[in-house]
């Protein structure tokens, strides 16, 4: 069965320094992988993804994510966060790109000032 | 804006009551999924449609949740005899959107408060 670890349950950096968040998948095949950010009261929203090729992903704000299969991991990461990043981040896999996601629980990403 | 939206933004109900829920996405597509998201944890797949037919249901989906989409558009999702162990956000998602054709874009969800 699919599933996704997201060992930090909460991590705080400081404005201006480099982030990873850290995600393990458990799948037996080649995985769809994603990322989605979720904002106080906002929905969720996809950061980037994985489903073939180029194994070092680029995402919308700055994030990109390397899939590596020998580790199961997907990291995501970001040279320097601002403020804005302050979020729950979820890393999700799916057997295909329409399948159901299959979600970890959650990083909480805090920002210090 | 995913394109997705979803009504009511927040409902609070007594145990017991029956509740529906409904999610609008705003063109044609295909697919329509439910999640559900438990405070403090990542959503959860409840089930999906491929246009009017619900295709695959989740163990979570017990025999008070029905989820329906009549016409391959909109769809709602109904609790009955709501518990307190129901509290969580329900989200929709659909397949597709003004970006990508083969990504999952989320509603704003519904939060239901069971008191």
């Known amino acids: 069965a699919q599933s996704v670890t997201q060992p930090d349950i909460h991590i705080t950096v400081s404005e201006g320094a480099s982030l990873e968040l850290r995600c393990n998948y458990s799948y037996g095949a080649t995985p769809y992988l994603f990322w989605y950010v979720q904002s106080p009261g906002q929905g969720l929203q996809l950061l980037l993804k994985y489903f073939s090729g180029d194994t070092l992903v680029q995402g919308i704000k700055g994030f990109e994510a390397e899939f590596k299969r020998s580790q199961s991991s997907f990291n995501l990461r970001k040279p320097s966060v601002h403020w804005s990043d302050a979020a729950e981040y979820f890393c999700?896999?799916?057997?295909?790109?329409?399948?159901?996601?299959?979600f970890g629980s959650g990083t909480r990403l805090s920002i210090r000032p | 804006d995913t394109g997705v939206s979803q009504d009511p933004r927040h409902k609070i109900t007594k145990r017991g009551q029956n509740v529906t829920f409904r999610c609008d996405p705003i063109s044609e597509h295909n697919r329509l999924y439910w999640y559900r998201q438990t405070l403090g944890q990542g959503p959860e797949f409840l089930t999906y449609f491929q246009n009017e037919a619900q295709l695959e249901k989740s163990r979570l989906l017990s025999d008070r949740f029905s989820a329906e989409r009549p016409k391959g558009s909109f769809s709602t999702l109904e609790i009955q005899r709501t518990e307190q162990g129901d509290s969580a956000m329900y989200l929709c998602a659909i397949l597709g959107g003004r970006v990508s054709g083969d990504t999952q874009y989320f509603g704003p969800g519904t939060r239901l408060t069971v008191l």
């Open positions: 999700a896999v799916g057997y295909s790109s329409a399948s159901k996601i299959i």
